[in-house]
């Protein structure tokens, strides 16, 4: 994917909005913002990225300051696992399907 695809003519704020985003901070968007940067020499370099307050807050759980980080990190962990629920539910049904349909073409 490369950001100066034209699908990226639109604003951080533009692209921030929605459901997905409303729980998850300003400063993570200003964050996601300076890495969606069109212009190369504009955007921030991987020593600031790395360097970035939102960004060694967060990954650093001693150094966390607010629990909206840690909260979007178990939504986000649990969404996943309902979904891997759902996927291995889904596959157990499928199983169960094709084994009834074998054993009615050995009753046939």
């Known amino acids: 994917m490369k950001i100066v695809d034209p699908k990226y003519k639109h604003s951080v704020q533009e692209l921030c909005r929605g459901s997905k985003w409303s729980s998850i901070s300003q400063e993570a968007k200003e964050f996601v913002g300076a890495c969606l940067v069109k ?3 504009e955007r921030l370099t ?5 360097q970035h ?4 807050r967060n990954t650093d759980p001693e150094k966390a300051t607010d629990d909206t980080a840690l909260a979007d990190l178990t939504d986000r962990g649990q969404e996943f696992r309902r979904a891997e629920l759902r996927r ?3 596959k157990a049904v499928n ?3 094709a084994v009834n ?3 009615a073409w050995d009753a046939a």
């Open 53 to 56: 307050p939102w960004l060694a």
């Open 88 to 90: 291995r539910f889904r």
């Open 101 to 103: 349909r074998m054993s």
């Open 95 to 97: 199983t169960v399907r």
């Open 46 to 50: 991987i020593q600031e990225v790395l």
């Open 39 to 41: 212009t190369p020499e």
